[in-house]
């Protein structure tokens, strides 16, 4: 049996997760270049090889979150006018108000995150750097564009969107191996 391409995650639910994820993608990448498909049968394995690239990332990044990070450390806080007292109408888009001005924390728990939450988080932390914050969100947005609905034309997924992909989950996965 093959080692694991994640050695350094030492959740061993979460190492074989990610390690059953990478294989689906050796399995579907031979299909994404594949003479026997045309070019929107290839766009379709890419499209799944997107989404498990992404969801590798999702959960390397996740897993940092989860080991760097206190559920105290994800709270949101933000402040709130209570007992709101209209003083003066000044028109329809503005009011001089009197109340009372509290601060409320609102806890986020680790497992509702999602990948822009994680990297909101890791960037507020001073975890995730700029430039690979950029490149994650591309992939992040490519993957979102997997949802049919929205579009209005039939999006295709290219060899380029493929190696992108890849290239930032290696970023991503030498990025959090660095930081464990």
Known sequence: MMGSNFPFIQNSVLRANLDDAFNHVV???????SETY????????RKTIIIYT???IEALLF???????SEDDLSVRSWEIE????????GVD???I???????????????LNLAGICEHLK?????TQPLLDKIHVIRELRNSQHIGPHKIVKSFSKADLENAFSVAGDVKRFVKARL
């Open 83 to 90: 007992n709101k007292k209209i003083l003066y109408t000044v």
């Open 124 to 128: 507020e932390h001073k975890i995730l």
């Open 54 to 56: 992404a969801s590798i």
């Open 38 to 45: 045309d070019e929107a049968g290839k766009s379709s394995f």
């Open 63 to 69: 897993h940092l979150v989860d080991t760097k990070l």
């Open 27 to 33: 399995i579907l990448l031979p299909f994404s270049e």
């Open 94 to 96: 503005h009011e001089i």
């Open 98 to 112: 009197a109340g009372d001005y509290k601060l409320k924390v609102v806890s986020s728990k680790k497992d509702k």
